[in-house]
């Protein structure tokens, strides 16, 4: 059982609030991602790190920002979200060079 | 442009039966071809990786196979169960960086009917 945690597993907001998803691991991986999923469509990297203060920007723009002060931990912040933003979004974590990824639960985030 | 094609986009079947789900990719150059299986509302788990040099490998009732030549890929499930109802992906890793790019299929939804 892979230990990758996301909070919340919904978010429902309205149209301009800042918010925060949590991510976090105890597995030590030095690689995390935050991808996001629509409904019957393949997921879609938007942001990546290779460890703590390296942050990247994936294949898919993303009005949305992240950071790695810690190991374990890869927050994803959206500064005012919008309608456009529903989706559902999953991080993932893996070791060294393997390319095998562990994902959260996700969460569902609706914007209102 | 790479790519990676799964079908059938959805599929039913009856417990009990065996289904195959396919993957055609033109990802180059190939590193290797995971399947990972998506429970709904849970993220993907990887069932098995498939490098270049492997035809077949076998994981429980899940049995993936590899053509390199035609860059084809199956999943076969035998005697399916109610909890084999979920998403499959198929992700494809190049050789193209030290980490490699993953390339993911958008899923075959199968569903489990008692």
């Known amino acids: 059982e892979a230990d990758i945690y996301q909070t919340p597993r919904y978010l429902v907001i309205g149209t301009g609030k800042k918010i925060t998803l949590e991510c976090s691991q105890t597995?030590?991986?030095?690689?995390m991602y935050w991808y996001q999923q629509d409904p019957g469509m393949e997921l879609h990297l938007i942001h990546y790190?290779?460890?703590?203060?390296?942050?990247e920007k994936g294949d898919l723009s993303s009005e949305s920002t992240v950071s790695r002060i810690r190991t374990e931990h890869f927050p994803l912040t959206l500064e005012s979200a919008r309608p456009s933003h529903t989706s559902q979004y999953l991080c993932a974590s893996s070791a060294g060079g393997e390319r095998k990824l562990f994902f959260g639960s996700g969460t569902q985030l609706s914007v209102l | 442009k790479n790519q990676v094609e799964q079908s059938p986009q959805s599929l039913i079947i009856l417990e009990g039966k065996n289904c195959t789900l396919q993957?055609?990719?033109?990802?180059?150059?190939?590193?290797?071809l995971r399947w990972y299986k998506q429970d709904t509302g849970r993220g993907p788990v990887s069932l098995t990786i498939?490098?270049?040099?492997?035809n077949t490998k076998s994981n429980g009732r899940y049995t993936a196979t590899l053509d390199a030549d035609t860059k084809q890929s199956s999943l076969h499930i035998t005697a399916s169960q109610l909890s084999d109802s979920a998403s499959y992906i198929c992700?494809?890793?190049?050789?193209?960086?030290?980490?490699?790019?993953?390339?993911f299929g958008r899923g075959t939804q199968l569903t489990v009917w008692p």
């Open positions: 790190s290779y460890g703590v203060n390296s942050t």
């Open positions: 992700v494809v890793s190049d050789r193209g960086s030290t980490l490699g790019r993953l390339y």
């Open positions: 597995m030590g991986h030095d690689k």
């Open positions: 498939m490098t270049f040099s492997e």
């Open positions: 993957c055609n990719y033109t990802v180059s150059p190939f590193s290797n």
